[in-house]
């Protein structure tokens, strides 16, 4: 168990919708990072906040959004979604950047 | 650039030795990550690399050459539970970049 959460475990929905996938870290981390891992594709860094700060952007589309809240918590936002969109989600922690990072379980989302 | 370059598969024996290499562009590096990743599960962190040489944990050493723009992930004495994939990640200008991963099968 590496201390970071996320939820849900699994998401089923439909091409247009709007979600919502959350996370939480690892007590005392500061920095949270959104991956995006499709079955080709290897982990595609989204997104990075410190300390509720965007930190660092990577190919993260503008129909999805995050932000993280004064407790740390963070939450992904994934709007007008698309087949394509269908994929592992992992949220992961680290004290600072150039840390180790601590991956939550991830959220599966599947996009019908 | 972001190119991490890793090979797609690799096959090993139980008890044998491997060897993963990673090559990457090596501007603005800052560092250099493995990780582990069984399928369906989350990444798990292996080893980080910011200086040259070769930094060992166990059965499992790491190896990094800046100026080339390489590294390697050495794995001994191969047990069955070792099948996954291999992730080389690069630290670079605040993000770690992924590579798309090694999947090492090990055989009886």
């Known amino acids: 168990d590496s201390g970071v959460t996320q939820t849900p475990k699994h998401l089923i929905t439909a091409t247009g919708q709007r979600v919502t996938l959350r996370c939480s870290p690892r007590s005392g981390d500061l920095s949270v990072y959104w991956y995006q891992q499709s079955l080709d594709q290897g982990l595609q860094f989204l997104i990075q906040?410190?300390?509720?700060?965007?930190?660092a952007k990577g190919n993260i589309l503008e129909r999805f959004s995050a932000q993280q809240f004064p407790d740390l918590h963070s939450e992904l936002n994934l709007s007008s979604l698309e087949l394509g969109d269908s994929a592992l989600y992992f949220c992961a922690s680290s004290a600072s950047s150039y840390n180790e990072q601590f991956f939550g379980p991830g959220t599966r989302l599947t996009v019908l | 650039g972001q190119n991490i370059d890793q090979p797609t598969e690799m096959t090993a024996t139980e008890g044998a030795i491997v060897q993963i290499n990673c090559t990457y562009q090596?501007?603005?590096?800052?560092?250099l990550f493995w990780y582990q990743q069984h399928a369906g599960e989350a990444p798990t962190f292996l080893s980080y690399?910011?200086?040259?040489g070769l930094e060992e944990k166990g059965r499992f050493s790491s190896f990094l050459s800046r100026s080339k723009g390489y590294s390697y992930l050495l794995l001994k004495e191969l047990q069955m539970k070792d099948s996954a994939s291999y992730l080389c990640?690069?630290?670079?200008?605040?993000?770690?970049?992924f590579g798309k991963g090694t999947r090492l099968h090990i055989l009886p």
């Open positions: 090596t501007s603005g590096f800052n560092g």
């Open positions: 690399n910011v200086l040259d």
């Open positions: 906040y410190y300390n509720g700060e965007e930190r």
């Open positions: 990640a690069v630290g670079r200008d605040d993000k770690i970049i």
